[in-house]
């Protein structure tokens, strides 16, 4: 279970890390507020997944 999460985080933290890479290059405005949440959410449920790993 805590596997799980910590993937699940860790995607989560990667595209959030990607998706103002790719607004560049399309050229589009800046990261959106949803994106925000999304990165810091996904961060959550990776450091919970490391928490219950231990």
């Given at each position: ?52 790993g231990l």
């Open positions: 279970m805590s596997n799980a999460l910590m993937i699940i985080g860790l995607c989560g933290i990667v595209l959030g890390f990607l998706s103002p890479i790719f607004r560049v290059i399309s050229k589009k405005p800046r990261r959106s507020k949803g994106w925000m949440i999304f990165f810091v959410l996904s961060f959550l449920i990776f450091i919970l997944g490391v928490i219950l």
